[in-house]
């Protein structure tokens, strides 16, 4: 079993930056691969990005790329998403997730946080 509680969300103003954070406790978090995933207000949940066990891959959705970084700390079993140039449009509640493999987190992860807000306005 692996936890993961995210943190980091709020109201953040267009053109801002912010970090979330995911903290996992339980077995083995080095071995996972790790996601984020958002859902914004009346949408379904999309993937954001997955990062490998090693932190040596990532992949991200078409949407973010550029402006959103996945990284990882094993040593703190802590997963990270810097998103820049926020958007209104980037509005949603921020997921961590948790699988086997890199390919597997970003389609169906085994293991969910429960979400962090994150508002984009002005």
């Keep these: 079993q692996v936890q993961l509680v995210e943190s ?3 109201l953040v103003q267009p053109g801002g930056s912010l970090r979330l954070s995911c903290a996992a406790s339980g ?3 080095s071995t996972y691969a790790m996601g ?3 859902q914004a207000p009346g949408s379904e949940r999309e993937f954001v990005a997955a990062i490998s066990w090693s932190g040596g891959d990532t992949i991200y959705a078409d949407s ?3 402006r959103f970084t ?4 094993n040593a703190k079993n802590t997963v990270y998403q810097q998103i820049n140039s926020l958007k209104p449009d980037d509005t949603a509640v ?3 997730a948790a699988a086997a493999g890199i390919v ?3 389609a169906t ?3 969910w946080g429960q979400g962090t807000h994150v508002t984009v306005s002005s």
């Design 109 to 111: 992860p085994l293991y």
């Design 70 to 73: 996945i990284a990882r700390d």
């Design 94 to 96: 921020y997921y961590c």
């Design 64 to 66: 973010v790329k550029g």
């Design 104 to 106: 597997v987190v970003a």
């Design 8 to 10: 980091g969300g709020g």
């Design 36 to 38: 984020w995933f958002r």
């Design 27 to 29: 077995r083995s978090f």
